[in-house]
């Protein structure tokens, strides 16, 4: 079967900086099964060997998360289910789902309290899955926890971070401890500066974990301000409200390209940056944001971001 999107491809003009091609190396992206399900070759779309996080939504059969898994490692991609603590909510239970998933060859895990605001059980958030010991006895192999550039009000209601810190020290604190390969995977946001100011933060606090930074996939406007809004994205939602308020570039799609340049050049100034890679929220399409990667991962010599 012909490949819809090349890697690298011949005769394309090449659109990304070095700084930027270099950034979007190693990229990730995040797909729940029924997004999944609708691409019918993910070797079509995406590099081979692109990591894969599958979104647990509340209300998601665990058969179809394992089922979407083992489809796409036969397909040639580490996957990276989500485990959300109040949507799994028990040790047992638990269990269970890594047994599921250790039988389809997953080995990586993001942890996250999940989605959820009523307590079902004893597990509340991401530091309970850690304490069990279970990944580590089951045979995962890397970790990685959810970051908040913006703060996150369904855990602070007030606005400040200082919880969030706590945790993410604490979390640091156990990979230390323990060796566990973690890293940090952020709610997306639109404007670099907070990202910055935030990576920066958490090597001031002594966390060394890597950052994969989130960033929303090419979409229409309206598409993003939606998900924008119902995720929680703080202050850096207004890059859309303005953008919004221009009439003549509101039927335009929104691409995070001045973003990830903007990201990209700062890490490639300071070599000891936090964020380390890109994470994807494709809203506006699988098969659109693979094909922004493939036209803006590019070098001068043509050469596709590969994983």
């Avoid at 394992?66 to 949507?87: D, K, N, Q, S, Y």
């Avoid at 599921?100 to 509340?124: F, K, N, Q, W």
């Avoid at 606005?159 to 993410?168: C, I, T, Y």
């Avoid at 494709?282 to 971001?305: E, K, M, W, Y």
Wanted: charged share 20%; proline share 6%; aromatic share 6%.
């Amino acid at each position: 079967m012909a490949r819809i999107l090349g890697f690298p491809r011949r005769g394309v003009t090449p659109k990304g900086s070095a700084a930027l091609a270099g950034f979007l190396r190693g990229f990730s992206m995040e797909v729940m099964p029924r997004t999944a399900a609708k691409v019918p070759d993910f070797r079509e779309v995406v590099p081979e060997g692109t990591r894969l996080y599958i979104a647990h939504v509340d209300g998601t059969p665990i058969e179809d998360m394992v089922a979407t898994a083992a489809r796409l490692r036969a397909e040639g991609f580490p996957v990276m289910p989500h485990v959300p603590a109040r949507v799994v909510a028990s040790r047992a239970r638990l269990e269970d789902w890594l047994a599921r998933y250790g039988d389809a060859g997953v080995t990586e895990a993001l942890l996250l309290a999940g989605g959820v605001s009523e307590l079902r059980g004893e597990l509340h958030h991401s530091m309970h899955l850690l304490e069990t010991g279970l990944f580590d006895a089951r045979g995962f192999t890397r970790l990685h926890v959810a970051g908040h550039p913006e703060g996150n009000r369904d855990i602070s209601p007030d606005g400040s971070d200082e919880s969030l810190m706590q945790a993410l020290r604490w979390k640091a604190a156990f990979a230390e401890r323990t060796g566990a390969e973690m890293a940090v995977v952020t709610q997306f946001g639109f404007e670099a500066a907070p990202m910055i100011a935030w990576a920066g933060r958490l090597r001031a606090e002594g966390i060394r974990l890597p950052v994969h930074i989130g960033v929303a996939g090419p979409a229409k406007l309206q598409t993003l301000v939606k998900f924008a809004l119902s995720c929680g994205v703080g202050p850096s939602v207004r890059v859309l409200t303005r953008r919004a308020a221009d009439v003549s570039k509101l039927l335009l799609p929104f691409t995070p390209l001045e973003l990830l340049t903007e990201l990209a050049e700062h890490r490639a100034a300071n070599p000891g940056f936090a964020i380390e890679s890109v994470h994807f929220f494709p809203l506006g399409g699988i098969t659109a944001t693979g094909a922004f990667v493939d036209a803006h991962g590019r070098t001068a010599g043509g050469a596709a971001a590969t994983a």
